[in-house]
């Protein structure tokens, strides 16, 4: 069955008139209604000193709560991305790409830009468990928190930009429960698309054991059309299918002791991965003759244990985090234009990942009417294994692969860290903290060109100490006031195999005879100031300002004539700007809520010989980021909940590496509207991208002149366009 975008359309207008239209009369004999809870109560847990109001902690840090991400709708790492001011992204495929340390997901915050290859600048948690940026699906999810600017003290060396935590909803032993929704939707230019997600919390022994499980299942219609060189058209060729459960238990031994172990597993299957030729038409690729298939499936096994000792808490965080990605990529008109295969051949590429990581955390906090202390030790060891063949062109069994190669990463880390809040008087409160870090890594690669070996190895290690320093002012209830001073820290490693007698053109040019071995430490140091000021349940606002020192920058390092990249060092760097959200009730049943961010990161070194120079903006880094919400609540027949919202998202333009690509900036609307049919079922109605944009997620375009007409060259990934829909949720 095919639902039309003008069927879906009537009935959205339809029903939004209708609940509308019902609020008038349904709130006249209405008791006066509370106002919304206000964002800065959200409970958070990121200081890992136990459970805090967002407003009283004084680090920068987005809180997203459970019912606002399914007012709106959130469903992924896009979604709630955009509601973070100084946040920048790139996406490479729904998949996560063969990026193998993020999961295809680039991200930076507050300008601290990772570089393509780069070890990561924000660190990406499940929980307590740090993992590789792998967008789990959104569901029976207690809150996000995204904390902002450098968090090496509590999150250690992948922190230098921030950090994000997803924290997942416990089982509870008082109550069982179940919910679950389904979704249908249509999207203009596109297939429907259809999901369905279930939870169960069964409590097996009051009060000592008690079990959650989740289920979801995801089918995300193609927009992507296949123009074949005949004329003939094959549609919607870039579907995704995804699922994925979670499984955890809770067991109470003892009331002061919790043991809580958990499963999750999730795979993604893709057989496009949703880039198009955006200069041969809308949303069109040419003549692509075969699938170019993505499958990407993780699996997290995790076991926490918290034992309360009066005013201390031990806690540990185990977990293990495996991985595997695979693909085949489509590269013939690429080769075609340049010269490397006839343009009756066509050319591929093979490409499989797969990680392995053990982590670690043990501490000890304590919370007392002077004190609130934090330490413990942190360990990680991780194995990483990536091939990649590029069969001849030709067929020819009898020559081998015109590329093909293997490499291996290992990386250990290990440290020491504390940190400590003193309060001198109830409202001059103020923070100390310290980390130790001690890291290794090593690669170990063994390319084939033409069958002749290339190998490759190197390794790197370091150490640093990366301190905090905070003072507060509480003026009044609700009231913060805040300076810091830290420094973020990441460690060197190996470059990053580059093949010397192919590349040995672009090496020269770098004044080079050899491709570098390792890259070296990265630090910074942040200072901020900020603002939490909360009007009780009327709104709040909080506002930060920042400046970043960064030296030794590691950035991705490109090969123009070989196609390959490394990591290095390349200078120094500048991140300063200024965040702000804010909150408004303007009355007990009409909320406003947006995010402004302003971040100005430029190079303050020149490197003439890879094109850097003092003043150029760095990559992928939006100069502003802004969102808005519009939220009206309102009662229909027989006191039923309803509501109104209304979101807009902006991202500013950016560079795509250091060449002049720019990914332009977009804006993005979101209408939802919902009402409760019973104490138990919701309705919701939904519109996303109601402009129909095409916000540019990727963008890239080949430069040098070759075979390829000129509307071949532009390659661009981008979200999905109008869609149209309808969530049925039940929840106990």
Known sequence: MRISQRTMLRSTIATWLILGGSAAWAQEGAEQSQPPQSPDDIIITAT???????????????????????????????????????????????????????????????????????????????????????????FDIERIEVLRGPQGTLYGANSMGGAIRLVMNKPKQDAFDFRGDATLSTTRHGQESYSANAMINVPVIEDVLALRAVGYYRFEGGYIDNVLANGDVIENINDERSWGVRVAAEFKPAPNLTITPSVFHQETRIPFNGAYDSGYGDLLVYNRTFEAPERNNFTLYAGEIRWELGAFELFSSTAYFKSSFSSLEDHTLSYIHYGEIEPDQFQTSLQSFSSKRLTEEFRVSYRGDRWNAVAGIFYLDEDRFFT?????????????????????????????????????????????????????????????????????????????????????????????????????????????????????????????????????????????????????????????????DWTNVQQTVLLDQCGFTFVGNVGKAKSQGVEVEASLNITDDFTLSGSLGFTDAKFTRSNPDIGIFAGDRLPLVPRWTASASAQYNFEIGGGREAYLLADYSFQDKTLNGYSSHTQKAYSLVNLRAGAKLSDTVELVLFADNVFDKRAQLFYYRIEDPGALPSNLLDTTITTRPRTFGVTLRYGR
């Open 388 to 548: 990649q063949d590029y069969p001849r062109a030709d067929g020819d069994p009898g020559l081998p692969s015109f590329f093909n190669g293997t490499q291996a990463n290992s990386e250990q880390q290990v440290a020491v860290f504390g940190e400590a809040t003193f309060n001198f008087t109830d409202k001059l409160p103020a923070t100390g903290g310290l980390r130790w870090f001690k890291g290794k890594q090593s690669q170990d690669t063994r390319w084939f060109f033409d069958g002749v070996p290339d190998p490759y190895a190197g390794e790197g290690s370091a150490s640093a100490i990366s301190p905090k320093a905070q003072i507060s002012y509480k003026p009044d209830e609700g009231k913060l006031i805040y300076a810091s001073a830290t420094r973020g820290f990441r460690p060197g490693g190996a470059a990053g195999a580059i093949p010397n007698t192919e590349c040995a053109a672009d090496l020269a040019e770098l004044g080079l005879t050899e491709a570098p071995r390792e890259f070296e430490p990265d630090k910074l140091w942040s200072y901020e100031i900020g603002s939490k000021l909360s009007f009780g349940r009327r709104g709040s606002v909080n506002v930060a300002a920042y400046r970043i």
């Open 48 to 138: 890992k000193t136990g459970a805090q109001r967002l407003g009283d902690v004084a680090v920068s840090i987005t809180a997203i709560s459970e019912e606002q991400m399914e007012r709106a709708g959130m469903d992924s790492f896009v979604d709630y991305a955009r509601r973070v001011p100084g946040l920048g992204f790139q996406s490479l495929s729904a998949a996560g790409a063969r990026d193998d340390i993020r999961g295809g997901r680039r991200l930076n915050l507050r300008g601290i830009e990772s570089g393509f290859d780069g070890i990561p600048t924000v660190a990406y948690y499940i929980d307590d468990a740090p993992v590789p940026v792998m967008d789990p699906k959104l």
